[in-house]
C-alpha cells in the first residue's frame, strides 16, 4: 500500500491505493461533503443564542463580563464612546455654571471675580477641564473660592472619572491578558488515530506545547458528541458522552513538556465498543478534546479545544516518532507532529472480536462442586461413570456395569438415601424426625433407626439381578470369591 497526499483547496486527505501486483484496482474513495462542526479546530463553539426575549436584560446584569466578551473592535468603540460623552458631559456642567453666574460676560473685567477663571466660552471650559481631570495643571485657567457650586461639581468630576477610568482600563487590562492567546501555541494533531496498542484496540491523538513555559496541571478530557434516540423514543442531539483517557489511572495529569500521545483503550465500557472500520463510515460523530492548565508566567488558568469528526479519525494508523536524543539534550521535530503511517489493525471492532473470541475457544465442564441443584450429584456421578469409573474397573465389572438400567438404578439408590442424610450426620431424615418428637427414648429411637436403615437395603437388593444378589447376599466370601485377585486383595486391605 502506498499513501498519496492530494489538495482539495485548503484541505488535505490522505489517499490509499493498492499496489499493482494486487489484481484489481480500488476505485478512488469519494470526499465526504463537509458537515457542520459543534466546535471548529481552534476550539472556537459554533453555537449561537437566539429567541432570548426578555432574558437579554441579564447581559446588564454582569456588564464587566459582557465587554470583556466583546470582540476588539467593539470594546475600542466603547472605551472611545465613553471617555467623550464623559468630557463632554462635564465641560459642559462647567460652561453652563460660568453662564448662569455671569462669568462669559464679565471675563474681562479685572475687578470682578469669576468662578473659573478665563473661562470664556465652551472650548475654554473643555480644555479647563482636560487640564484638571489630566492633572496637567497650566496654571492659566483655575477654580476660585467664590463659587461653591464650582467646588462641588470638581468633586463629582474627581470621583467620576475614577470610576470610568477604573471601569474601562479594567476591562481593557483583562481583555489584553486573556490567556486564549496563550492556546496559540498548544498544538493538537490533525487527525485522531485507531490502532493497536499493548493488544488492545486505542484511539489515539497527540498534543504539544510550543512554549519553553510550562502549563502548570495540565489535565485534559474528551467529549464524544453523538445524536441517539432512547429506547423510551426520545431524541437526543449531540448527546454527551465521556472518553475515559485515564482519569482512573491518574494519565489524564499531563506533564507537557514534550509532544505527549493521548490514548483511549477501546473496551466494553467505552462509547466505541461496537465501532469497526466499516461502520466508522456511516457514524456521525465529533470527538471534542479540551486540555486546561494554569500559565506558569501569569498564574492564570488557559484552556485549548479542538475536535475530531468521524473523516478525521485514521484507521489503522500511528503516529511518528518526533522526539531525538541529541548531544545534552532531547530535540522534537515538530514538522512530523500531525504524520502517521500505517501498521496492521483488524478491521473488526472489540465486541466482534471478543465474540469470536468466545466462540473459537473451548467450553469449560461445570463444576461439580458449584451445583446447587438436587439431581446434580447423580448427572455428575454418571458423567464420572461413563468417562473414569468405567474404564477403572476390571473387564468382568465392566460387563456386569455395562447393562442397561443398572448403573442409574444404583445411582438413583444411593442418590436417594444420600439426599436423606443433610444436618444429624449420616442419619436418615426419619430417624431426624423422630429424634425431633419429644419424650421418645434413645433405645426406641435406635430400633427404629436400624429397621428404617435396613428396608432400602432390602429393596436396593431385590431390585438387582440375579447374579449380583448372589454376590450382594452371600457375605464378605462369596463375594471375594467371585472377584479377581486384584480386586479381592483391595477389598481385603479395604476392610482391615
Not at 485515564?246 to 473496551?267: E, K, R, W
Request: net charge neutral.
Amino acid at each position: 500500500m502506498s499513501a498519496l497526499r492530494k489538495k482539495f483547496g485548503d484541505d488535505y486527505q490522505v489517499v490509499t491505493t493498492s499496489s499493482s501486483g494486487s489484481g484489481f484496482n480500488q476505485p478512488p474513495p469519494e470526499k465526504k461533503k463537509k458537515r457542520q462542526r459543534f466546535v471548529d479546530k481552534n476550539g472556537r463553539c459554533n453555537v449561537q443564542h437566539g429567541n432570548l426575549g426578555g432574558e437579554t436584560s441579564r447581559y446588564l446584569s454582569d456588564l464587566f463580563t459582557t465587554l470583556v466578551d466583546l470582540k476588539w473592535r467593539w470594546n475600542l468603540f466603547i472605551f472611545i464612546l465613553t471617555y467623550t460623552v464623559a468630557w463632554l458631559f462635564m465641560a459642559s456642567m462647567w460652561w453652563f455654571i460660568a453662564y448662569i453666574r455671569g462669568d462669559l460676560n464679565k471675563a474681562h473685567n479685572d475687578k470682578y471675580t469669576p468662578c473659573v477663571a478665563n473661562v470664556y466660552n465652551f472650548p475654554s471650559a473643555f480644555l479647563f477641564f482636560i487640564e484638571t481631570e489630566a492633572t496637567i495643571g497650566y496654571g492659566y485657567r483655575y477654580i476660585t473660592d467664590k463659587c461653591p457650586e464650582g467646588i462641588i461639581l470638581f468633586l463629582f468630576q474627581s470621583i467620576l472619572g475614577s470610576i470610568v477610568d477604573a471601569f474601562l482600563i479594567g476591562c481593557m487590562f483583562i481583555k489584553m491578558s486573556q490567556p486564549k492567546k496563550r492556546a496559540e501555541t498548544l498544538m493538537f494533531s490533525e487527525h485522531a488515530a485507531i490502532s493497536m496498542r499493548d493488544g488492545k484496540l486505542t484511539l489515539m491523538f497527540r498534543v504539544g506545547n510550543l512554549r519553553n513555559s510550562h502549563m502548570v496541571s495540565a489535565q485534559i478530557r474528551c467529549k464524544l458528541l453523538k445524536s441517539r434516540q432512547t429506547p423510551e423514543g426520545e431524541f437526543l442531539p449531540l448527546d454527551q458522552l465521556e472518553l475515559d483517557v485515564g482519569f482512573s489511572t491518574g494519565a489524564d495529569q499531563l506533564f507537557l513538556v514534550s509532544p505527549l500521545t493521548i490514548c483511549h483503550v477501546i473496551d466494553a465500557k467505552s462509547p466505541f465498543y461496537d465501532l469497526s472500520q466499516r461502520s466508522m463510515q456511516t457514524e456521525q460523530f465529533e470527538i471534542v478534546v479540551i486540555l486546561e492548565g494554569i500559565v506558569e508566567t501569569t498564574g492564570m488558568t488557559c484552556q485549548a479545544r479542538t475536535s475530531y469528526t468521524e473523516d478525521e479519525v485514521l484507521w489503522g494508523h500511528r503516529f511518528f516518532p518526533v522526539i531525538s536524543l541529541e548531544e545534552g539534550f532531547f530535540k522534537v521535530d515538530y514538522s512530523q507532529f500531525h504524520a502517521t503511517f500505517e501498521v496492521p489493525t483488524p478491521p473488526y471492532s472489540v465486541k466482534e472480536q471478543e465474540e469470536a473470541l468466545l466462540l473459537s475457544s473451548p467450553l469449560m465442564a461445570p463444576s461439580l462442586c458449584n451445583s446447587g441443584e438436587k439431581n446434580s450429584s447423580l448427572d455428575c456421578l454418571e458423567t464420572l461413570e461413563d468417562n473414569d469409573s468405567t474404564t477403572k474397573l476390571p473387564t468382568k465389572l465392566q460387563k456386569i456395569t455395562g447393562r442397561d438400567g443398572l448403573p442409574k438404578k444404583l445411582l438413583r439408590m444411593s442418590s436417594t438415601t444420600s439426599e436423606m442424610t443433610y444436618s444429624f450426620g449420616d442419619l436418615p431424615m426419619k430417624l431426624q424426625r423422630i429424634s425431633s418428637v419429644p419424650g421418645v427414648s434413645d433405645d426406641k429411637q435406635a430400633g427404629k433407626a436400624s429397621k428404617i436403615s435396613t428396608e432400602p437395603i432390602s429393596k436396593s437388593v431385590a431390585d438387582l439381578p440375579p447374579k449380583l444378589q448372589r454376590l450382594a447376599g452371600g457375605g464378605g466370601g462369596r463375594m471375594d470369591g467371585h472377584l479377581p485377585p486384584k480386586l479381592r486383595k483391595m477389598n481385603s486391605d479395604r476392610f482391615t
